[in-house]
Every structure is written in C-alpha cells, then in structure tokens.
C-alpha cells in the first residue's frame, strides 16, 4: 500500500518553463489536495478536488492549473514557472471531505516535490 | 492577526522531560484540531485529533480551550525521536478552512 505518491522528488526550471507534478494515491480517496509549503508560513492550499473529474480553486491558486481525470490521480501545473513559484508541493488526499467537522478528516500527504524556479 | 498562529521555537529539551506547545486560532467558528508532525525535509503526519473533552495517546496529550481559543500538546517524557516540527491544523468548516499553523520546532537533546 503506497499511500500517496508525488513524481518528481525534486525539479529545477528555468522561468518561462512549463512543467506538470503528479500525484497518485492508492487509498480510493474521494478528496485530493494540493499544498505549497514556504519558509516561516503554513501550508497553503493551491487547488483541491472533491472527486474525479472536479477541481476547485484554493487560497493561492494564480499560476497553477490542475485536473482530476481519473480519481486516483490530481496533476498540478506550471504553464509558466516563475521565481516565487519555488517551493516544496505537497499532494495530499482525504477519506472525508474537509466539511467534515467530526474530526475524521485526516489528510494524507505525499512525500513532497521540491522545485527550484531559476 | 493570523488564523492560526504558534511559537516557531526551537523548544531545546532534555530526554526525559515535559514539554508543551500551545496554538491560537482566531476563527471562533472552527470545529475541528489537529497536531501533526512534519520531520525535517518528509511530509507533515496526522499526530493525533484535538478532542473537545481533552485526549491522550501515550506520552501525547491534547488540550483544547474553546473559551481561549486555543490548543494545546504536552509531550511526557521527551525522546530523541520526537526532534520534529508540530504543526497545529484548524478546520473552520469547508475546503478552504483547513488551516496550518506554522509549526513549532522541538529538539530533545541528550
């Protein structure tokens, strides 16, 4: 059982460059996620998915797209890589849904995609 | 003011001790907690759920204050295994609501 896993680990581009981080979880979550993560701030949500073939904007979603064609997998991408765009990416999924307010909504994150914008 | 905040520390403690972290969140809305565990360079993991009544696991205990608006971890017994960064998590309701906190890193030292 693999869990959540991110291709590739690790990616530097030149600006301008386009490229497309994938995620692939093997749990038959319904919710997928992904994050960027800074120096000295939270993990910030780019795009998440409800279900296959949905996507949605998140709290820091310019320069980013995503799609969700099948449910196993959520593609996030660069179409034009820019300096402020180096980061750590973090896909996560989820069983339930975010709205869940019981306390069941446990993310699942892959290991991490470090990128470097030069 | 942020939604979530905490301590960045490092909190340096010696094998055997107590430690606690607090977390503040702003969002008197929010409904569910989380402390997950991020080690250097690896993906954050669920620690353990925040539960109104108070919860423990192990040498883990979590706190939550509503009236004060915040939560809380206290470690029993520090490990060297527990070197990691805590991160508070918030979900106020909704996709968008999951917030992180910024963490707080622990170093146990021998």
């Known amino acids: 059982n693999a869990g959540v896993t991110q291709t590739p680990k690790f990616r530097v581009l030149k600006t301008g460059q386009s490229m497309t981080l994938l995620c692939a979880q093997d749990?038959?979550?319904?919710?997928m996620y992904w994050y960027r993560q800074d120096p000295g701030m939270g993990l910030r949500l780019i795009h998440y998915?409800?279900?296959?073939?949905?996507?949605a904007k998140g709290e820091v979603p310019d320069g980013y797209n995503v799609s969700r064609l099948k449910k196993q997998n959520f593609l996030l991408g660069l179409e034009s890589a820019a300096p402020s765009q180096t980061s750590v990416y973090f896909c996560?999924?989820?069983?339930?849904?975010?709205?869940?307010?019981?306390?069941?909504?446990?993310?699942?994150f892959g290991a991490g995609s470090r990128l470097t914008v030069l | 003011r942020k939604e979530v905040e905490q301590d960045p520390g490092p909190f340096n403690v010696p094998e055997g001790a107590t430690v606690a972290f607090n977390c503040t969140y702003s969002?008197?809305?929010?409904?569910?907690f989380f402390w997950y565990r991020q080690d250097c360079r690896k993906e954050p993991k669920l620690l353990m759920s925040?539960?109104?009544s108070g919860n423990e696991d192990g040498r883990f205990t979590a706190q939550l204050n509503r009236a004060s608006q915040y939560i809380s971890l206290l470690i029993r017994d520090s490990k060297l295994s527990d070197s990691a960064t805590y991160l508070c998590?918030?979900?106020?309701?909704?996709?968008?609501?999951?917030?992180f906190g910024t963490g707080t890193k622990l170093q146990v030292i021998p």
């Open positions: 749990m038959n979550h319904e919710y």
């Open positions: 996560a999924s989820s069983y339930h849904s975010a709205g869940d307010l019981s306390g069941a909504n446990v993310l699942t």
């Open positions: 998915s409800v279900g296959e073939g949905t996507t």
């Open positions: 925040v539960y109104s």
């Open positions: 998590v918030v979900n106020s309701g909704g996709y968008q609501k999951v917030t």
């Open positions: 969002n008197s809305a929010s409904q569910s």
